[in-house]
T-cell receptor
Framework: AQTVTQSQPEMSVQEAETVTLSCTYD???????LFWYKQPPSRQMILVIR??????QNATENRFSVNFQKAAKSFSLKISDSQLGDAAMYFC??????????FGAGTILRVKS | DTGVSQDPRHKITKRGQNVTFRCDPI?????LYWYRQTLGQGPEFLTY????????KSRLLSDRFSAERPKGSFSTLEIQRTEQGDSAMYLC????????????FGEGSRLTVL
C-alpha cells in the first residue's frame, strides 16, 4: 500500500521569507502523481501544485515550487516570499492513475508578521 | 457552478442516532470521493464513485456506513447507530475521469456525536 509521510507537524516562517515543507512517500509504481494541497482554517482544501512522476522538471506555480526526487521518493514544497495568507495546513498527497488520493498527516504552517 | 457543496455543514447528534450527509459535486465531474478527517490529521479515504457505480470502499467504511450516488449526480453518506468515534469532518470531493484530474473539495460536514 502506498504511504505518504510528512515529518514536520508544524513549521513557522517570517513574512517574506522562504520555507520548505518535507514529504516522502512509498510506492512500487513508476507512474503516479504527487500533489500539495492547502487547507486554511475552517475552509476547503485547495490544490497548490501538482507533479507528474514521469516529468523530471520540477513544477512551479508562482511563489510555490517543488523539489521532486524520484529515486529518493521525496517531494518537498518551497514557498517563497511567504505571506500571511499562506498560513494553513499543508497536505502532501499521492495518486496513481484515476485512483484515490492518499494523504499525509499534514504540516501546520504559521506565518509571523 | 460554484464548486462542491456539502450539507449540513455541522451536525450534532446523540450516540445511536442515524445521520445523513449530502454532497453535490461540480456538475461535469463524474468521479466523487468521500474522505474522513479527524482533528490534526490528514483525510482518510472512505469510498469513491464513478458515475453511479461505487468502485472502491475502504475498510474504514464499516457496515454502519453506506454511501450512494443515484443517477450519478449528488451523493449521500449515511451513518447508522452513530458512535462517539464517528465524530469527524466528512469531506466530499469530485473530479473529472482523467489521470491528471485534480480533486475539488467541498467545505466538509462536521459530525459531533455526544
Amino acid at each position: 500500500a502506498q504511504t505518504v509521510t510528512q515529518s514536520q507537524p508544524e513549521m513557522s516562517v517570517q513574512e517574506a521569507e522562504t520555507v520548505t515543507l518535507s514529504c516522502t512517500y512509498d510506492t512500487s509504481e513508476s507512474d503516479y502523481y504527487l500533489f500539495w494541497y492547502k487547507q486554511p482554517p475552517s475552509r476547503q482544501m485547495i490544490l497548490v501544485i501538482r507533479q507528474e512522476a514521469y516529468k523530471q522538471q520540477n513544477a512551479t506555480e508562482n511563489r510555490f515550487s517543488v523539489n521532486f526526487q524520484k529515486a529518493a521518493k521525496s517531494f518537498s514544497l518551497k514557498i517563497s516570499d511567504s505571506q500571511l495568507g499562506d498560513a494553513a495546513m499543508y497536505f502532501c498527497a499521492y495518486r496513481r492513475g484515476r485512483n484515490k488520493l492518499v494523504f499525509g498527516a499534514g504540516t501546520i504552517l504559521r506565518v509571523k508578521s | 457552478d460554484t464548486g462542491v457543496s456539502q450539507d449540513p455543514r455541522h451536525k450534532i447528534t446523540k450516540r445511536g442516532q442515524n445521520v445523513t450527509f449530502r454532497c453535490d459535486p461540480i456538475s461535469e465531474h463524474n468521479r466523487l470521493y468521500w474522505y474522513r478527517q479527524t482533528l490534526g490529521q490528514g483525510p482518510e479515504f472512505l469510498t469513491y464513485f464513478q458515475n453511479e457505480a461505487q468502485l472502491e470502499k475502504s475498510r474504514l467504511l464499516s457496515d454502519r456506513f453506506s454511501a450512494e450516488r443515484p443517477k450519478g449526480s449528488f451523493s449521500t453518506l449515511e451513518i447508522q447507530r452513530t458512535e462517539q468515534g464517528d465524530s469527524a469532518m466528512y469531506l466530499c470531493a469530485s473530479s473529472r475521469d482523467l489521470n491528471t484530474g485534480e480533486l475539488f473539495f467541498g467545505e466538509g460536514s462536521r459530525l459531533t456525536v455526544l
